[in-house]
């Protein structure tokens, strides 16, 4: 096995600083924090059917709309059963309230436009009342429904909401099902079917890192998120159940070892960490791998709100967006070494498959989390994943943010090109599959 340079480990993008031309791959571009945001904002534009510069400023809104909401969920604690955003008809955010008092609608200027804020009184309980009967009754739920694939408190209706297969023998009756579920969690429950593939599943893996399962023994792969650091040394984190001490290949064959730290795999925690002498922080961006970007800070899950649109990036699918369902989803079973919290975020829309696990979840150069899990349906289309908000980062390690105005080389808007170099909790039903 190869030592590499120095300059070698980033998240999703290993970078050469010295190699001979001839024996260069295809140099990745690092974006600008413009040309990072207008790749997402295609992919908006196409999903929502706007146009590329309304996109662009809805995206731009999204960012700069978080300090409001925030503001607002603060003032209204009390009664607060969820924020979201709305894409249709038009784009705006609405706070659901329990209560029938009214709230006269706001607006805030965010993204060089407008965004009307809109109030609906009248939910049937407040997202705390919602968490609390999870923490209390999941226990309970779980064993009346054996086969519930998951729940959460539901930020556009104000209810607790329970994810069961098709396959399940109440899902046939979902009003009564949901009856029952409310009659033992105490608060208003629903019921949403999911679809589930007759397969095994594992992990499998921005850049690829491989190792050998500590259970089956076979080789597997993962992807590699985003570059950490405790303040001495850097490193770089994937998912907990990804196999311990990983190995980078370099499209030239080179490799290089990258030694275990630790990780971390209970509750709300999926991550691991793993060494590794990395230059700037950068994180592939696209199918291809020819685009990288520089976090510049990163999105708490507190302030994430239902409807965000986020962007992720893994070894078997890619590039692909989608839109924030959940801010406060438990995975089912016991696959968080035990009941999982109710701290996870779910994402409709992306694309999802084996290999993704430990991904980058980001949105233009903001960063979210890393990925742990999926549905699918019958047909192995992606249902949902969900993500390791960064909050949940190992006690004592950070993100790594940067400019790319300021790395090495490049100047504000110039894309720079580099050499590219190249206990677990996940539930067996969602965890991402190994092939």
Not at 73 to 87: M, Q
Not at 391 to 416: E, M
């Amino acid at each position: 096995m190869t030592a590499l340079p120095l300059r070698l480990l980033t998240p999703l993008l290993i970078a050469l600083a010295a190699a001979p031309a001839a024996a260069q791959p295809p140099q990745p571009i690092v974006q600008s924090a413009d040309e990072a945001l207008a790749q997402d904002a295609a992919e908006y534009a196409r999903r929502h059917d706007v146009p590329l510069d309304e996109a662009v400023h809805r995206l731009r809104a999204q960012q700069e709309s978080v300090a409001e909401t925030d503001r607002l969920a603060a003032l209204y604690a009390k009664r607060l059963a969820g924020i979201a955003i709305e894409d249709e008809p038009d784009y705006r955010i609405v706070v659901l309230l329990t209560g029938s008092k009214p709230v006269a609608g706001e607006a805030v200027l965010a993204g060089g436009m407008l965004v009307p804020i809109v109030f609906r009184a009248g939910a049937p309980a407040t997202r705390a009342r919602i968490l609390k009967a999870i923490d209390r009754k999941a226990d309970a739920v779980r064993a009346a429904f054996p086969e519930a694939r998951g729940m959460g408190a539901d930020p556009r209706t104000g209810a607790l909401v329970v994810m069961l297969s098709e396959g399940d023998a109440d899902a046939g009756d979902l009003a009564g099902t949901a009856s029952r579920i409310a009659d033992i969690a105490g608060v208003p429950a629903r019921v949403a079917l999911i679809e589930r593939p007759e397969a095994n599943t594992a992990v499998e893996g921005g850049a690829r890192v491989t190792g050998n399962d500590a259970v089956t023994g076979r080789r597997s792969y993962c992807t590699i998120g985003f570059v950490v650091t405790d303040g001495s040394r850097n490193g770089i984190v994937t998912a907990a159940h990804c196999p311990d001490v990983l190995t980078y290949a370099d499209p030239d064959g080179t490799t290089a070892l990258l030694p275990f730290i630790g990780q971390w795999g209970w509750s709300f925690q999926d991550v691991q960490v793993n060494a590794a002498a990395t230059g700037d922080p950068l994180f592939f961006a696209d199918a291809k791998k020819s685009l990288a970007r520089v976090p510049a800070g990163q999105r708490a899950r507190a302030s994430t709100r239902a409807g965000d649109f986020v962007c992720h990036r893994g070894e078997r699918t890619g590039y692909s967006c989608g839109e924030v369902e959940f801010t406060d989803y438990a995975p089912p079973g016991t696959l968080c070494g035990g009941p999982c919290a109710p701290d996870w975020v779910t994402v409709r829309g992306a694309d999802c498959g084996g290999g993704d696990s430990g991904g980058p979840v980001f949105s233009g150069d903001v960063a979210f989390g890393i990925m742990k899990g999926a549905s699918w349906d019958r047909a192995g289309k992606c249902g949902f994943y969900y993500y390791m908000s960064l909050d949940y980062l190992p006690k004592g390690w950070t993100l790594v943010t940067g400019d790319p105005a300021i790395l090495p080389g490049t100047g504000r808007g110039t894309s720079r090109r580099l050499v590219e170099g190249g206990p677990s909790r996940e539930s067996v039903s969602e965890q991402l599959p190994r092939r």
